[in-house]
């Protein structure tokens, strides 16, 4: 049977606790059987040391004494004994027959001591140091260290069955937090194939986890695909109308030319045709010189000195509003570092705004082109003194086929601004409409470098 995410999720970090967990507890044991074995090791060799510093000084009796003191009340795993070459017991604790004969010093070793019970059938850590022709065997039985290392072999295994059932509550902790954010998310994306477009998943304000970075991700995603529905459907509305009157004019007009008989009123039609056919072309190019614009990848971009820009710019249109009785003028308020910019359409908007400002404010005798940055950030805007737009029907100039009340005697198609908006925020900017008292400043603002 087929595991789903969030049991998988849960089956991991419960492997990975109780891997982690099993590790950990070799790691102590081994810690502690070897710290108890080197305990072990130093105990045996300083006895030894000194119950041969006793015999050195003292002799037999001497050393018989001092392993008598050595030997606590009820201690029975001490071993202290003298023994001939052969192993047999001479004096102290120990077994019968040690199994040393033939054997020189010995510092530390564990093993058997004996071959008869018990001493056969338990373990010593001993050493054996030459004392004249004789040898002194001293240690301790493996039993009560044996006993501890049991205690805490238990204590281990209890502490790693605690830590597996604690793995199992993490894991199943962890399988509800990654369910629940998994399900908010799946929720949301069923709103939105469900036709509800409002639809956001939550996220934690400043969180820097995956979830959030999905969240963020996944909000933005919805946020441009509302945009853009809205837009389409405002599109197929304003298409669908605008469209109207340069179609009905063209049936018109070429009824009309169909019916005249004068070659030359006939031919008047026809150039009437021609005018109309050209707004609706224009229209549809807007169209999709917006389109893409809006979908033109990232690697199009490229670093742009944005004065070098604007210079380009002027010595291009300075002629044009010359012809058109305007006094054209540049002015470089600074001089910012070099901008990731697609110099194409970021031309091509600019443009737009230079031609709005030719075509609308043609009366006004001035136009400026500048180039400034104020608070971080770059503008690049048009100034120019005709009747500019009022503050309630900026909004409504932005918009796609918006067209103000002034303007729809004029041709056009409202989608100038639509497209310099739209490169703007292929910059990750904006487009902002201001007061020139009197004109209007059309600035398209970009975050600085």
Known sequence: MRLSVTARIALLAIVLALVSNLVLVAFVWRQIHDEAIDALRRDTIEQADALVSVWRTGGLPALNRAMEEARAPGDLSLIVAVVDPEGNRIAGVGPPVAATAGQGSIDFRIGRLGSSPPWSLRDAGYSVRRIGDLRLLSGRLLDDWEQEQRGIERALVLAMLLSLGL?????????????????????????????????????????????????????????????????????????????????????????????????????????????????????LTMLIEISRSESVSRDRLASIDPAELIEEIAELYAPVAEESGLRFSVVLES??????????????????????ALRHAAGGGEITLRLKERGGEIRFQVEDRGPGIAEADREQALRRFGRLDGARSTPGAGLGLSLIEAVARLHGGRVELEDNDPGLVAAIVLPGS
């Open 167 to 283: 793995g199992v509550a993490g894991g199943l902790v962890v399988t509800r937090y990654v369910g629940r954010r998994l399900n908010s998310v799946a929720d949301v994306i069923e709103g939105v194939a469900d036709g509800d477009l409002s639809r956001r998943v939550a996220s934690v304000p400043g969180g820097g986890d995956a979830f959030d970075r999905l969240s963020r991700r996944l909000n933005a995603m919805l946020d441009k695909v509302e945009r853009l529905m809205i837009e389409l459907r405002l599109v197929t509305d304003s298409l669908a109308h605008d469209l109207r009157s340069p179609l009905a004019r063209l049936r018109t007009k070429t009824e009309n030319a169909v019916l005249m008989a004068d070659p030359g009123q006939r031919e008047a039609a026809l150039g009437g045709l021609l005018i109309e056919t050209d707004l609706v072309m224009r229209m």
């Open 335 to 356: 001089h910012p570092s070099r901008l990731i910019l697609h110099r194409e359409l970021m031309t091509q908007a600019i443009t737009n705004l230079i031609d709005n």
